[in-house]
């Protein structure tokens, strides 16, 4: 099977994480030939998932699909990258209905057009017009600067670190004041 | 001096403990039977809702102290805002207690309806409560057991006993300012809608 | 002086029916092991719905339901005479028999629907065409109890029946009044016939529009109409009251039965119900009424 993959499908060697879990990064291209091949051939009857990973330096959205066996309790992940400036592929719903939903969460998380998926309406966000929220380029902090209120703190409020810091300097000079006094006692004494 | 947060649950308390309370006697007794029996609406958002059906149930037994629930906002008095609040939640708060019939309140439980708790930078949930909804009591912890919630909700009582409890008074003279805040969050249009297309029509969920 | 009695009535239920229904509430908190609430807490509830504000309106009918549902409890309670002996506290029992009083039972329900109707709300019409299918299944063994009574004692007036027993209706008849009973823990809103106000199905059902005063209103009237029923019960099976002592203690003995019986079971689905009072209560009032009057 894994030479199979690796000879129609110009993949790289198939991964073996652990017994029973592989992976495979594939061109998007092949993907969707590598996804039936699987389903038909190899029993892979389940789509557990469809993650995303947003490589922003290497300007790509790596689409990570994992599908499960139960005849011989083993689960593969097909690895695919595709543009981020596009962000564009095929659904997947025609092959598995449970895909739709997992493509409009990724729809609305990452903005990514699934081909094909009729329906893309926001899932648990409302009316949102920003950027979508799990990119990378769009900076959670920055948002809620803006846009939200914040309850001011305490006058008293104190950087904790500078202020143990500074206790602790404080301490130290204290303890150090204190054996000098005690050693030029001795000296005295001695003396 | 107390500033910050404190003073400000000073303020929402009130003095409490002192005597002087202008009111007639018919708004005096009006006050104790609203105090003597609170319908708590069974409503909850974010985490602190797990908190609740101890309270209500055999174990703090509410009940003993007059509070109950209610199982629509019409025969409610009191809401619970009960954790963090995403703005779909609060879309779904604001149509809850506009539906509820005057003189209600509303409890805000947990940091997070404080200063945002542990969301404090997430872009999906509002930090302040009292900005889009006027909050009677504030009941801090995370999250607040149910004994901090049945003090809450004495104090809550001697309040409403008081006659200080007039939040939805405030809610009605600044509605442009709820108003304001509420769009600058949720955009324009506040409320959810009213049909059931967001699971029935469009291929739905 | 009718007039006087009445409204003597009158208060006596709204009292009397307030601290049954407080007194229910701390009973089945003693039943699920706490304090529950003070006995007068209902009274409390329903003084503060009376004073709050009023925002909706749907409509007069909305208005008049809750006023027939009103009328028709008070109505009720006026023509089942408190005592069956004496000439005071009788009501206007002497103008009406046992056939008014069946009819004046179900008012009240109608005038529910008729504003539940009205007002639109999903859960309310969810709640009112359960009650109004259980309440077909609900009526007719009593319906069959309390011809065979009427044919047994030889009258409709309620007093007569009362008066008649030389021994209780309840022991004399025990097939009747068992199936009697069934019916009676349903129209007391009692599990496991109390599937109409379900609370967590159906948001309180018929009663999850009405608000404020309304809500009040229906407290009232529930209040009213259980104290009602009560004593029309103890006058058909219990072999009536000659004073308030024996009314109360009576009533309240049935009360209490009522109340555990409903803390100990689950709910019935309305199917289920329907079916079971149907098959079970409904056969052993038949087989009570050939028994009663074969001889
Ligand atoms: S305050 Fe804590 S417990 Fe309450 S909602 Fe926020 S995170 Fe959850």
């Not at chain 2, 006697?25 to 069974?42: E, T």
């Not at chain 2, 309040?159 to 442009?176: R, V």
């Not at chain 3, 119900?273 to 009424?289: C, H, R, W, Y």
Request: aromatic fraction near 14%; include cysteine.
């Amino acid at each position: 099977m894994f030479s199979e993959i690796k000879n129609r499908f110009a993949t790289d060697d198939v991964e073996v994480k652990r017994k029973g879990l592989y992976k495979v990064v594939v061109k998007h291209e092949r993907l969707f030939a590598l996804i039936v091949m699987l389903k038909e051939m190899y029993d892979y009857k389940t789509l557990n998932t469809i993650t995303c990973t947003d490589w922003i330096e290497e300007g790509h959205f790596a689409l990570t699909y994992i599908m499960t066996t139960l005849k011989r309790n083993e689960t593969f992940m097909l690895q695919t990258m595709i543009l981020r400036e596009e962000a564009h592929t095929k659904s997947l719903s025609y092959l598995f209905k449970q895909a739709q939903i997992m493509e409009r969460d990724l729809h609305e998380m990452y903005g990514i057009k699934f081909e094909g998926n009729e329906n893309l309406k926001e899932l648990s966000l409302e009316n949102w017009v920003h950027t979508p929220p799990l990119r990378r380029e769009f900076d959670t902090l920055e948002f809620v600067n803006n846009h939200l209120t914040f309850r001011d703190g305490r006058d008293d409020n104190i950087d904790t670190k500078a202020e143990s810091k500074r206790l602790r300097a404080i301490k130290k000079a204290e303890k150090e004041a204190a054996k000098k006094a005690k050693e030029s006692k001795k000296a005295e004494d001695v003396q | 001096m107390e500033t910050g947060f404190l003073q400000e649950q000073k303020v929402l308390e009130g003095d409490l403990n002192s005597e002087n309370s202008h009111q007639n006697s018919v708004d005096f007794l009006m006050n104790w039977f609203r105090k003597q029996s609170i319908f708590v609406l069974a409503y909850g958002t974010g985490c602190g809702a797990i908190e609740m059906p101890p309270t209500f149930t055999s174990r703090y037994d509410a009940e003993r102290l007059g509070i109950r629930g209610a199982a629509t906002p019409r025969q409610a008095d009191v809401i619970i805002v009960s954790g963090y609040c995403s703005y779909k939640t609060l879309r779904r708060i604001i149509r809850t207690y506009e539906q509820m019939s005057n003189p209600k309140y509303l409890l805000a439980l947990g940091s997070c309806t404080v200063n945002g708790g542990m969301y404090w930078d997430s872009y999906n949930t509002i930090k302040k409560l009292e900005d889009y909804l006027p909050v009677d009591m504030y009941v801090n912890g995370c999250m607040p057991r149910p004994e901090s919630i049945l003090e809450g909700f004495i104090a809550l009582q001697k309040e409403i006993g008081e006659g200080k409890a007039s939040s939805w008074q405030k809610y009605e003279e600044n509605y442009e300012f709820y108003r304001k805040n509420q769009e600058a969050v949720l955009g324009k249009k506040v409320e959810p809608s009213y049909e059931a297309d967001w699971y029935l029509y469009e291929g739905g969920l | 002086m009718i007039l006087f009695d009445l409204l003597f009535m009158l208060l006596v239920a709204y009292i009397t029916g307030f601290l049954y229904y407080g007194l229910y509430r701390n009973i089945t908190a003693r039943f699920q092991r706490r304090l529950g609430p003070p006995v007068w807490q209902s009274f409390l509830d329903s003084i503060k719905f009376f004073s709050k504000e009023e925002s909706i309106s749907h409509g007069w009918m909305f208005y008049l339901g809750p006023v027939i549902m009103m009328s028709g409890a008070i109505m009720t309670l006026f023509f089942i005479p408190l005592f069956h002996t004496g000439e005071s506290f009788k009501g206007l029992s002497s103008y009406g028999n046992l056939f008014l009083v069946l009819y004046l039972l179900v008012l009240g329900a109608l005038g529910n629907a008729l504003a539940v109707g009205a007002s639109g709300n999903p859960f309310g019409v969810m709640g009112v065409t359960r009650g109004l299918s259980r309440l077909f299944a609900l009526e007719l063994p009593f319906y069959i109890s309390v011809i065979a009574l009427i044919s047994v004692s030889g009258s409709a007036d309620i007093v007569c029946i009362a008066a008649s027993q030389t021994e209780w209706n309840a022991f004399a008849y025990p097939l009747l009044f068992i199936a009697a009973l069934f019916s009676f823990v349903g129209m007391m809103g009692q599990a496991p016939f109390d599937v109409v106000g379900a609370p967590v199905e159906v948001y309180s059902g018929p009663a999850s529009e009405f608000s404020g005063k309304f809500l009040a209103l229906l407290m009232s009237q529930s209040a009213i109409f259980t104290f009602a029923k009560l004593v029309l019960m103890v006058h058909l099976f219990l072999g009536g009251a000659s004073g308030f002592v024996e009314l109360l203690a009576k009533s309240f003995g049935l009360f209490l039965f009522v109340i555990a019986f409903g803390a100990m079971y689950g709910r019935f689905k309305t199917p289920q119900s329907i079916d079971f009072l149907l098959k079970v209560p409904t056969s052993i009032a038949i087989v009570g009424l050939i028994l009663a009057t074969w001889s």
